[in-house]
C-alpha cells in the first residue's frame, strides 16, 4: 500500500491483497446493506454490486473535490472469474439437464436481435439529435455489449477517422451500460414475477422435489448426501485449480493455431471445466460435493464483482451530453421491452426464463459478470437453474461477441 501526494492530491494505491481484503469486507457490507433494507434484496440487486459501488461513490467524492484519489492491484480478477466458471462447467457435467442446443441457438438469435436492435436505435436517435451517426452505435452495442474492452478498442480508431470525443462516449457509455446492468436485472426479474408467480411455483416444485428425494422409497444409490470435510475440500481445491490451469494453457495453444480466434478465459475454464467434469463423472471414481463447488462460485465471483464495481470511474459519466444519454435512457427501456415481449415468452414463461431475462438484462448493458451476479442473486434464494447458468454466458457472452464485434467495425467502417 503506498500513499503519496501527486502534486493535486492525495493518491492511495493498494496493493493486490489488500484489494482482496477490501471487496470481501464490502461484499459483506453490501450483505448488510440487503438485509438492512429489505426492499433491496427483493429486488435481487448483488450485494458484490452495492458493496463495490459504494467504493466507486467515495473515489468519485475524492476525485471531485480534488482530495484524494483510490486506485489498486486488479490482479486477482480474471482469475476470480475464470474460478466461477470453471465452478459452473463442473457443476454443469453433473446436472440432470436434457440436452440445451436447441435453447442456446434460440438465446443466442435473441441476443443478435438485441444487438442489432440497440444499433439501429442509437443510429436513428442520433440521427434525430443530429449526431454523427456512429455516436449512435457508441452508445449503442460497441459499448453495452462490447462493454470497456471494445468501446477502448473502438474508441482510438474512430478517433482517427475524425469522430471527436468517441473514447470518452465509448467508455462514459460503457460505464453507464455496467450500472444500468447490476442495478435492473433484479427488479426487473421481480416486476415480471409479480405478473407471472413463477419464482412461486418454483419454490413449491422444489420443495416437492426435496420432500420426495428424502423419502426412503425415493433414495437411489448415488442420492445421498456429501458431507463437506477437509479431504473433500482440499480435492476440490486441486479438482478446481488444475481446470484453471488446463484452461490457461489451452487458450495460447488455440490463439497459436488459430491467430484470429479471439476465446475469453471465462468461457475456456467453463469449457474445460465441463469436459474435466464429464470425464469424471464417466469414470464413477469420484463424485462431485456441489456445496462446495457453490461455495466456490460464490466466492469467486463476490471477488470479481465486487472489484468490478470498485473500478467504476463515475466521472467518465460527466463526458455523456443530454442526448446521448437520453439514447443510453432509450437503450434500457428498449432491454426491458425486449425481455418482457420476446425474451421470457419464448424461453418457456417458466422460471428458468426468468433467470434468463435477468441475466440478459446484465450483459446486454453490462457485461457477462454482471448476468452471472443478477442471476445468482435469484438463485440463491429460490433454486438453481442450470440451463441459464449455461446457456446466458455461453450465448450472450462469447457467441455474442462472434456477431457483435464484426458488426461493430462494419458499422464503423459505414459511418464515419
Known amino acids: 500500500m503506498e500513499l503519496f501526494w501527486n502534486g493535486n492530491n492525495w493518491s492511495l494505491q493498494l496493493d493486490a491483497l489488500i484489494a482482496l481484503g477490501s471487496s470481501m469486507l464490502l461484499f459483506l457490507f453490501g450483505k448488510k446493506i440487503a438485509q438492512w433494507l429489505p426492499v433491496i434484496g427483493r429486488s435481487y440487486i448483488p450485494a458484490a454490486v452495492i458493496g463495490g459501488v459504494l467504493f466507486a461513490i467515495i473515489n468519485f467524492i475524492g476525485y471531485r473535490t480534488n482530495f484524494f484519489t483510490l486506485s489498486f492491484d486488479t490482479s486477482v480478477q480474471i482469475p476470480a472469474m475464470g474460478g466461477f466458471f470453471a465452478c459452473i462447467g463442473l457443476n454443469l457435467a453433473f446436472s440432470k439437464q436434457a440436452k440445451l442446443e436447441r435453447k442456446l441457438m434460440i438465446y443466442w438469435l435473441l441476443c443478435i436481435l438485441t444487438i442489432i436492435g440497440q444499433n439501429l436505435l442509437g443510429v436513428t436517435l442520433a440521427a434525430l439529435f443530429r449526431l454523427p451517426l456512429f455516436f449512435g452505435v457508441l452508445t449503442g452495442s460497441a459499448s453495452l455489449v462490447g462493454g470497456y474492452g471494445l468501446a477502448a478498442s473502438i474508441g482510438p480508431a474512430a478517433e482517427e477517422l475524425g469522430m471527436v470525443g468517441a473514447s470518452e462516449i465509448g467508455i462514459a457509455a460503457a460505464t453507464f451500460g455496467l450500472i444500468a446492468g447490476a442495478f435492473t436485472g433484479g427488479p426487473f426479474a421481480r416486476f ?50 488444475f481446470v484453471l490451469a488446463v484452461s490457461a494453457a489451452t487458450v495460447p495453444i488455440l490463439q497459436k493455431f488459430f491467430p484470429g480466434l479471439t476465446i475469453p478465459s471465462s468461457v475456456a475454464a467453463m469449457i474445460v471445466g465441463m469436459l474435466i467434469g ?139
Not at 199 to 216: G, N
Open 278 to 416: 464429464y470425464l469424471i463423472k464417466l469414470s464413477g471414481k469420484f463424485q462431485l460435493n456441489h456445496a462446495i463447488l457453490n461455495l466456490y462460485s460464490e466466492l469467486f465471483l463476490a471477488v470479481f464483482l465486487t472489484m468490478a464495481a470498485m473500478s467504476l470511474q463515475l466521472w467518465e459519466l460527466s463526458s455523456l451530453a443530454l442526448p446521448l444519454l437520453v439514447i443510453l435512457v432509450c437503450q434500457v427501456l428498449f432491454t426491458f421491452l425486449f425481455c418482457y415481449f420476446v425474451t421470457f415468452p419464448v424461453m418457456g414463461k417458466n422460471y428458468e426464463a426468468l433467470v434468463m431475462c435477468s441475466g440478459m438484462i446484465g450483459h446486454i448493458l453490462g457485461a457477462t459478470p454482471n448476468a452471472m451476479a443478477n442471476m445468482e442473486a435469484i438463485t440463491s434464494r429460490h433454486g438453481p437453474a442450470d440451463q441459464a447458468n449455461f446457456i446466458v454466458p455461453m450465448a450472450g457472452g462469447f457467441m455474442g461477441d462472434l456477431v457483435n464485434v464484426p458488426l461493430v467495425i462494419l458499422l464503423l467502417n459505414l459511418f464515419t
Open 192 to 241: 415480471l414475477n409479480r405478473h407471472y408467480h413463477v419464482i412461486e411455483k418454483q419454490t413449491v416444485s422444489a420443495a416437492l422435489q426435496e420432500e420426495a428425494a428424502v423419502r426412503p422409497e425415493h433414495r437411489q444409490p448415488g442420492d445421498e448426501v456429501l458431507l463437506i470435510t477437509i479431504n473433500s475440500f482440499l480435492l476440490h481445491t486441486v479438482l478446481i485449480s
